[in-house]
C-alpha cells in the first residue's frame, strides 16, 4: 500500500484500488460514454451491467477483459443486457463471459433501420389454426386458439416477419424440432434463458434467421 501528502503535509496511506468487476466497471464509465450512442445513458448502463453482476455470481468468475469487453459491446449496440426487455444477455460460459444479443435486441436493431416498417416474431401453440404458403405467393396464416390454458400447451412453430416499407414482406418458420435443433448447438441449451425464457429464445431463433436479410 502506498502513501500520499495532503495540502496540511500530513502523510497518509492511499486506499488500495478496487480491482473487482464492479470497480473496474465503475473506472470504465467515462470510455461506455464514448461508445454509447447519444440516447444511451452511461451512467444507465453502468448500474445495469453492476446489477447483472450481483444478481448472477456466475460473471464474477469471469476474466475482466470479457466481461468489460461484452458490456462495451453492448454500449456500442445500444442495448441494455440483463434485464426484462431482453435487448442483450451477459452470458458466463466459465470464465469467459459472452454478449448474446437477445430478439428484442436484434428487431430494435433492424427497426433502426430506414427500410423495414415492422419486424416481429410469435410463437404457434398446439391447438392453434396455422397454415404456411410458400411459392410464388407467399403467406401465413395464423388464427391462436381460444383456450385459456393456450400458452401452457407445447409448442409447434416459431415465425417471424419483417414488413419492408416498399410495400413487400418476408418470414421465417421453424417448427418444434428445429427451434430444439439450434437450442442443442448452444453452449447455454441447458442453463440461462433457454431454460427461463424458452418462448423468447424461440422467437430470437426465428428472428436470428430472418436477421441475416434485411440491412442492420
Given at each position: 500500500m502506498g502513501t500520499q501528502t495532503q495540502s496540511n503535509g500530513q502523510i497518509v496511506p492511499k486506499?488500495?484500488?478496487d480491482n473487482s468487476l464492479a470497480g473496474l466497471l465503475q473506472r470504465m464509465t467515462p470510455e461506455l460514454t464514448k461508445a454509447l450512442p447519444k440516447h444511451?445513458?452511461?451512467d444507465r448502463m453502468a448500474r445495469i451491467a453492476l446489477t447483472a453482476l450481483r444478481t448472477n455470481k456466475r460473471l464474477q468468475d469471469c476474466t475482466p477483459g470479457s466481461?468489460?469487453?461484452?458490456?462495451?459491446?453492448?454500449a456500442q449496440l445500444g442495448l441494455e443486457p440483463n434485464t426484462p426487455l431482453g435487448h442483450a444477455y451477459l452470458i458466463p460460459y466459465k470464465t469467459e463471459c459472452t454478449l448474446q444479443i437477445g430478439y428484442q435486441g436484434m428487431i430494435d436493431l433492424v427497426r433502426r433501420t430506414k427500410s423495414v416498417s415492422d419486424i416481429y416474431a410469435e410463437i404457434v401453440?398446439?391447438?392453434d389454426e396455422f397454415e404456411v404458403q410458400l411459392g410464388l405467393h407467399r403467406d401465413i396464416k395464423h388464427i391462436p386458439s381460444k383456450d385459456t390454458n393456450r400458452e401452457e400447451g407445447k409448442?409447434?412453430?416459431?415465425y417471424a416477419v419483417?414488413?419492408?416499407?416498399d410495400g413487400g414482406a418476408?418470414?421465417?418458420?421453424?417448427?418444434?424440432?428445429q427451434i430444439e435443433k439450434f437450442r442443442k448447438r448452444s453452449r447455454a441449451s441447458s442453463s440461462g434463458p433457454w431454460v427461463t425464457d424458452y418462448e423468447a429464445m424461440a422467437k430470437k431463433t426465428a428472428v436470428r434467421r430472418l436477421f441475416t436479410w434485411p440491412p442492420k
Open positions: 486506499k488500495p484500488q444511451v445513458d452511461p466481461f468489460l469487453g461484452s458490456v462495451l459491446s453492448a401453440y398446439e391447438g409448442v409447434t412453430h416459431v419483417a414488413h419492408l416499407k418476408t418470414f421465417v418458420v421453424l417448427t418444434q424440432k
